[in-house]
């Protein structure tokens, strides 16, 4: 009896495994029927962000809580199945739901260690857990998360498991599925990585914060090592691809949400017009906006953009520092990142703080770690701040916060942050599709849309407006106006005694209207105003687009007193560009939803054809030759280092030089480009549209009409072409020079050499 009193032990043991069983087996059996249906996994349903495309197909923009792209099992690279299975769970193919080898090895683990303690979820569990249950780590959660991956297993093979588990897993960085992180992380597909960088995806899931390749690069590095040997230890990789891949790792991206073309404000202006069609379910349908926006085009616009700001901010010297941190008492790196923390690159504009200057060089510190010196021409912008004589809020000393950028050939120089805001636009004018939009300097800054929210004064931009309404009321290019002095009453102007003058403050007398656009004349425009009436051009200028109401109907109008944004503009300049009719400027081709179905479509009304005509072809056709005639002689003759003839537009400068334009086109394409100060104020003596507008409009042309052949200059039915005396305008039989008229209203048949009066001008419009 005594020989076997152990006996008694080891059943009391069976028997309390054998209740424990019971009471698990009792607890499942009332817990299995109320389990969650599987409806999400067998439909399932994930939030896939919204997502926005050019033209082209690339990816400008994408918004939504997850950052998500789903993919087929069969396009996911073997090896990072295979490190997947390594790290979270390697008899995956051989459980069925639950790994207890791994449960038994980690119990053993976690009671015989005081340490960090190991789990053992297998990826059918962390699905169950990632699809129902909470986050919470308690003995009823992690039953019913067996119970789960129970059940899950009965109904899905473990390709469907795997495939849920590589799209739905988070992975940091709002990451949700391998294909979203290895965009995030790297910029690439799957398929276009290698194992060191599927290792680095792979060890995310256990705990995405902490391994986080961005923000702890060291642990992170730890992390993709352990997968690395775990996938050797299971012969998935030789010794020699563990070795590679050790040392092939790649730098993970540092641009987080950057995307290769720069399109901020267009992308959210199509987010915000996807919401207000779709509601917040835009946010998490998966619907993919397919722009009209060309990826060449809008690079070339941002680049034109930001150096023409940046031209015009050297123009006007340096201000001084951004701020000033303290750097007193012991510095290190990780108090010199804090000083940076608060301050954000913008783009090529780098933040750094002074740690030594002196006039011949100065020492600083850039996020990241990087030390700089610069001497010679990298302080020459900022040469007068370096002298002790400067008072201390303007002086470039230690602790100084200030821009640094790359010269052209490479090197570092000291820069700032512009103050100056700037806008452009361009479209196709034959549709109105949107080919490029940079709304501001940067959108980091503010999201504050110059191109679609700005109201501005367009200056003299807005003369071929009053000169097209002319046209229809008699007068011909040919027509002479009186360049002279003038004077207005209050009465007159609606508001208080004017008195315009030229911008170069000279008259220079009678001339034809061709060579007043050219030279943009004041007086001549506000006598044509003054002959046709105010009212009748604020109703002409509504077939343009504007709103007649920024208008008002007095003669300050003819200097473009009104205001308008530069998409109206945009619009307006494409009714010269294509001939005469009305087109809206649109930007969403189409959408179309995650199953592949469009649902929204836009059909543009096409110029010549669907389009309503807004003018005269006729008129459409003299006004571009007479800005043609302002880009090859007149206030935008810069415009012909492009080398072209097809090119028409027109500058403009409001009073004071507060806002600055350029409005030009091709007959394929037309831009708009404008730069001023967000709370109002002189942008500099002699800052026009011509010296600040106009360069970022001709470093856009030349990319984007690169390789565009020139376009004939055709006229339409109805243009009479006829010879006149270049001093009268009068037709003459020979020795003049050709200019374009209306059928019905011909050139003068006065032969006349004598300087013709205002009178004769209000004749011509009479006819």
Avoid at 167 to 180: S, V
Avoid at 186 to 200: C, Q
Avoid at 289 to 314: C, F, I, N, P, S
Avoid at 403 to 415: C, E, F, H, T, V
Wanted: proline share 5%; glycine share 8%.
């Amino acid at each position: 009896m005594f020989a076997r009193w152990w006996a008694y032990p080891l059943m009391l043991v069976f028997f309390m495994a054998a209740a424990g069983s019971l009471v698990l087996g009792f607890a499942a059996v009332l817990l299995y029927p109320g389990l969650p249906t599987l409806e999400a996994l067998t439909d399932y349903q994930p939030k896939i962000p919204l997502r926005i495309y050019s033209i082209e197909g690339q990816l400008i923009g994408e918004f939504g809580e997850e950052r998500r792209a789903v993919v087929a099992l069969a396009t996911v690279p073997k090896s990072l199945i295979d490190a997947i299975v390594a790290a979270e769970d390697e008899r995956f193919f051989r459980h069925r739901g639950v790994d207890y080898v791994g449960v038994a090895r980690a119990a053993l683990s976690n009671f015989s260690s005081g340490g960090a303690r190991q789990g053992a979820s297998t990826i059918t569990m962390q699905v169950a857990r990632n699809f129902f249950l909470s986050k919470e780590k308690t003995l009823g959660r992690k039953f019913n998360e067996m119970l789960l991956a129970f059940k899950i297993e009965a109904m899905l093979t473990k390709q469907q498991i795997l495939e849920l588990y590589i799209n739905q897993i988070y992975l940091g960085q709002r990451a949700y599925g391998f294909a979203a992180a290895a965009q995030i992380y790297y910029g690439k597909s799957l398929s276009e990585l290698g194992v060191a960088e599927h290792a680095m995806l792979a060890g995310l899931p256990k705990a995405p914060s902490r391994f986080n390749p961005v923000a702890n690069p060291a642990r992170a590095k730890l992390r993709q090592q352990y997968v690395l040997r775990r996938m050797r230890e299971l012969n998935m990789i030789t010794p020699e691809q563990q070795a590679s891949a050790d040392h092939d790792l790649k730098p993970v991206r540092q641009a987080l949400n950057e995307f290769t073309v720069r399109a901020n404000y267009f992308a959210e202006m199509i987010r915000a017009q996807m919401v207000e069609r779709f509601g917040e379910e835009a946010y998490t349908r998966g619907y993919s906006v397919h722009t009209t926006l060309r990826a060449e085009h809008q690079q070339a616009a941002y680049a034109a953009l930001r150096k023409g700001v940046m031209d015009y901010d050297q123009r006007h010297g340096y201000r001084g520092p951004e701020t000033y941190v303290d750097l007193s008492g012991e510095i290190n790196d990780e108090r010199l990142e804090d000083a940076l923390q608060e301050v954000v690159d913008s783009d090529e504009l780098h933040a750094a703080v002074v740690l030594e200057a002196s006039p011949q060089k100065v020492k600083l510190y850039r996020a990241g770690g990087e030390r700089i010196t610069i001497g010679g021409e990298g302080l020459k912008f900022v040469a007068r701040m370096l002298n002790d004589q400067v008072a201390p809020n303007q002086r470039v000393r230690r602790g100084a916060v200030v821009r640094l950028i790359r010269d052209s050939k490479g090197q570092w120089q000291i820069a700032q942050l512009p103050q100056v805001e700037a806008a452009f636009v361009s479209a196709d004018p034959r549709t109105g599709a949107i080919r490029a939009l940079v709304g501001g300097f940067d959108f980091n800054r503010s999201q504050f849309n110059h191109v679609t929210q700005a109201l501005r004064q367009a200056g003299s931009s807005f003369k071929p407006f009053i000169y097209s309404a002319s046209l229809e009321k008699g007068f011909t290019a040919a027509s002479v106006i009186n360049d002279a002095p003038l004077t207005f009453s209050a009465s007159q102007t609606g508001s208080e005694s004017w008195e315009p003058k030229n911008f170069d403050g000279k008259f220079e007398g009678p001339m034809r209207m061709r060579t007043a656009l050219a030279k943009s004349k004041n007086l001549v425009s506000v006598r044509i105003l003054q002959s046709i009436t105010p009212q009748y051009a604020q109703d002409y200028i509504g077939r343009f687009g504007f709103d007649p109401k920024m208008h008002p109907p007095y003669l300050t109008m003819a200097l473009g007193a009104g205001n308008v944004t530069p998409l109206q503009m945009l619009g307006a300049y494409s009714i010269f560009a294509n001939g005469g009719y009305k087109v809206t400027p649109y930007f969403i081709d189409r959408v179309v939803d995650n199953k592949g179905r469009v649902v929204m479509a836009t059909e543009p009304q096409v110029a010549g054809d669907s389009a309503e005509p807004a003018i005269d072809p006729r008129n459409a056709f003299i006004m571009s030759s007479l800005m043609r005639d302002v880009v090859r002689m007149g206030t935008a003759a810069r415009a012909m280092r492009l080398n072209r003839n097809d090119l028409a537009g027109k500058t403009g400068t409001t009073n004071d030089f507060i806002d600055a334009w350029f409005c030009g086109f091709q007959p394929n394409l037309v831009a708009v480009a404008w730069m001023g100060y967000d709370q109002p104020k002189t942008l500099g003596r002699n800052e026009t549209g011509g010296s600040a507008a106009l360069p970022i409009w001709i470093d856009y042309m030349s990319v984007a009409l690169r390789n565009v052949p020139e376009e004939p200059f055709v006229p339409p039915s109805g243009i009479a072409v006829m010879q006149i005396n270049p001093n009268t305008g009068v037709h003459v039989t020979s020795g003049g020079i050709s200019e374009y008229f209306y059928q019905e209203f011909p050139a003068t048949e006065l032969d006349s050499e004598a300087s013709p009066s205002e009178e004769k001008a209000a004749t011509t419009e009479k006819r």
